[in-house]
């Protein structure tokens, strides 16, 4: 069987990272992923539990500092805390302007975004 060729350039779906349906689509994912409340297998950020398990344990008594490079609305800060509710957060996310301005209403005392 011979594939067809392609006439042309593929149109793209979206216009990037920074499109707007995209960043919509994230953030109803993490809003639904926070107000969950709970860690199941569901979630694509317990993969990351088993670093911040190490780091959260080395010291219980001041706030965990988190510098998370493209961290998008804050997922992985939400299992964090979900996973480890006694222990201080202090999440710093560096996004592209339109998802920092987007994530920003998750933000509080213990989660930032940054552009």
């Known amino acids: 069987?011979?594939?067809?060729?392609?006439?042309?350039?593929?149109?793209?779906?979206?216009?990037?990272?920074?499109?707007?349906?995209?960043?919509?689509?994230?953030?109803r994912k993490t809003a639904a992923i926070r107000d969950a409340a709970r860690i199941d297998d569901t979630i694509p950020g317990e993969a990351l539990l088993p670093t911040i398990a190490a780091i959260a344990g080395a010291d219980g008594g001041s706030p965990l500092h988190v510098l998370d490079f493209g961290g998008a609305a804050g997922l992985h800060a939400f299992v964090a805390r979900e996973a480890f509710p006694t222990r201080r957060f202090r999440w710093a996310v560096a996004e592209t302007p339109p998802m920092a301005t987007a994530a920003s209403r998750f933000a509080d005392d213990q989660l930032r975004f940054f552009i």
């Open 1 to 27: 069987m011979r594939l067809p060729r392609w006439r042309g350039r593929p149109k793209p779906v979206s216009h990037g990272y920074d499109d707007a349906l995209l960043i919509d689509v994230i953030i």
